[in-house]
């Protein structure tokens, strides 16, 4: 069943054209990645799929309902953490949460309940200070809190990770993972090894249009290979097959004792490079074909 | 309704804690004290001018003074106050981002700005009434005897409170629609001055809510025409219902 189903979402401020036709859906259970480059579009689908900026053109569903712009009733099924999470800085994070828990609809017991088993969530359960007082970091980590508390279906992130520092995004990444279970996620971001590492599908927006969407494994498959990586034991393996590659017009670049031939034909050129190496009796210390990092797809699909 | 409820609980923290509760408690509790003690003192104050050659011929002071120093202190005071200090209400936290993480919940927008309205209405309506009574107890202790009816009184106290609540509705209008505090000052400057002129019509001048705020000195002093005060209160409230369904309709329609 699908969470999230945006069909042809265009929005545009002024004379940019934002958004430009997009669709894509979400399956319940899943963390869909929304990769894109600053100002690519993210924070604007994420506006429009929760009623708070209005589409020009378009529908977007959530868990089966339609999503009216200023009307707020389809976020009932949703929690948001923005990219800069704005809280009431007097409150401690224990009181911020028993206060968005009671305006969601919570009673007063279930409210501190979960306020109790989401700070522990998130490792806040022992700070009394005031939340003016918080890192960036314990900012972040609140606002994922705050955005479970009333249970949501759907879990919308904004670049959680983008202005941590590495221990920090680390923490963040770790705690979306465990929620997994309960929610499904949509997550947003520029950095590509945070979606690598944590989601299952993908989508990558570019200038307001979508450029590819699917699941990483099977995007990863589709974009085959198209480097083969030698490490070699010493110079003179690595001169005497860089000759070989030359006499063929193989392109390959060399960085120390490693050696990435480029080729459109992965296996051919792979076949060819074992029998060389068999022939002038070259043991390498490691030949493998490279695997396609979201990286690459990233750099390739936008550019 | 439960939201409403919860969130005028945390305007009322908010404002504790910013101290903006004390501050408008402190100003009108001493509007209170000090409109009794400035009839009173008004001729001590005229004879130090008229050591210095000066003579001025005071009448003694009465009670009416009192009350008619006060009703232009609540009006060139503290309604000045709740506006200058309440003005930001709505435009501060959409500016600020803090309705994001709540409206993302599902909290209904028109509860956003009835909870504000609200609060402000019953910040105002506190406020007013500690200060009547402090001006009434010092009234009563300088001047035992008034000769001002409590049947007019409380007409003039009646149509002060409507043209607080008439300013709030206002007040929360120009702050929703806007972003800047600036504008909404000048969008309230704007109505305001805008029903003053329009008090150049005579046909009108009886639904004016404007005159809400002129209408306790011709009412205390007896003088003037005699005015149906429930057309103006009707008609204020009018107008005010319909500034807070503005509100409430720019406000679903807010971008944020």
């Not at chain 1, 089966?64 to 809280?87: C, H, K, Q």
């Not at chain 2, 409380?154 to 629609?177: A, E, H, N, P, R």
């Not at chain 2, 005159?211 to 209160?233: C, E, F, K, R």
Request: with cysteine; glycine share 6%; hydrophobic share 45%.
């Amino acid at each position: 069943m699908n969470i999230l189903s945006v069909l042809n979402v265009s929005k545009r401020f002024g004379k940019y054209q934002v958004l430009q036709d997009i669709s894509f859906d979400i399956e319940e259970g899943t963390i869909f990645g929304f990769l894109g480059k600053n100002g690519a579009g993210k924070t604007t689908t994420m506006k429009i799929i929760l009623g708070l900026l209005k589409a020009d053109r378009g529908t977007v569903q959530v868990c089966g309902e339609a999503v009216r712009y200023g009307d707020n009733s389809t976020n009932r099924f949703i929690g948001f953490l923005p990219d800069v999470p704005e809280y009431y800085g007097y409150m401690t994070a224990e009181k911020y949460m028993e206060f968005c828990g009671r305006i969601t609809g919570l009673d007063t017991r279930e409210a501190k309940n979960r306020t109790k088993e989401l700070l522990k969530l998130v490792g806040l359960e022992d700070h009394s200070k005031k939340i003016r007082d918080y890192s960036r970091g314990m900012k972040q980590r609140l606002g994922i809190a705050q955005a479970l508390i009333n249970r949501p279906k759907l879990l919308i992130c904004d670049e959680p990770t983008s202005a941590l520092d590495p221990i920090g995004r680390k923490e963040v990444l770790s705690i979306l993972q465990q929620i997994k279970k309960e929610t499904t996620i949509l997550f947003s971001t520029h950095i590509l090894y945070d979606v690598e590492r944590i989601c299952d599908n993908v989508a990558i927006i570019d200038k307001g249009s979508i450029v590819l969407n699917g699941k990483i494994d099977e995007i990863k498959r589709r974009y085959k290979s198209k480097s083969i990586l030698i490490l070699f034991q010493s110079e003179q393996q690595k001169c005497c097959f860089m000759k070989i590659l030359s006499n063929r017009e193989i392109q390959a670049n060399a960085q120390g004792l490693l050696v990435t031939v480029k080729t459109e034909n992965v296996g051919q050129t792979y076949d060819f490079i074992l029998k060389k190496l068999l022939e002038e009796s070259i043991i390498p210390a490691k030949i493998e074909i490279e695997e396609p990092s979201l990286e690459d797809l990233f750099i390739e699909v936008v550019k | 309704m439960k939201s409403i409820i919860f969130f005028i609980k945390k305007e009322a923290e908010e404002n504790c804690y910013n101290y903006k509760l004390l501050i408008v408690l402190v100003i009108f509790v001493l509007i209170g004290i000090g409109s009794p003690l400035m009839a009173k003192a008004l001729p001590l104050i005229m004879e130090t001018i008229e050591s210095q050659n000066i003579v001025v011929t005071v009448a003694e002071p009465k009670a009416i003074d009192a009350w008619m120093q006060y009703f232009k202190l609540i009006n060139q005071g503290g309604i000045i106050l709740l506006v200058i200090l309440f003005i930001g209400t709505v435009s501060g936290e959409v500016e600020k981002g803090t309705l994001i993480n709540l409206l993302t919940k599902g909290m209904k927008r028109p509860a956003v700005v009835l909870s504000k309205f609200v609060f402000i209405l019953l910040i105002w309506t506190i406020a007013f009434l500690i200060s009547l009574v402090c001006i009434n107890y010092y009234t009563n202790l300088y001047w035992p005897v008034s000769e001002v009816s409590n049947e007019i009184l409380l007409k003039v106290i009646c149509m002060q409170w409507f043209f607080g609540l008439f300013v709030i509705s206002l007040m929360v209008l120009g702050s929703t629609l806007f972003r800047s505090i600036y504008y909404s000052i000048l969008f309230l400057a704007f109505c305001l001055l805008l029903l003053y002129g329009m008090n150049i019509f005579e046909t009108i001048k009886g639904l004016n809510p404007i005159n809400l705020s002129t209408i306790y000195m011709p009412a205390l002093m007896g003088t003037g025409q005699p005015t149906n005060y429930v057309t103006l209160i009707v008609s204020t409230v009018l107008f005010s219902i319909l500034a807070l369904f503005f509100s409430i309709m720019v406000f679903n329609k807010k971008q944020l």
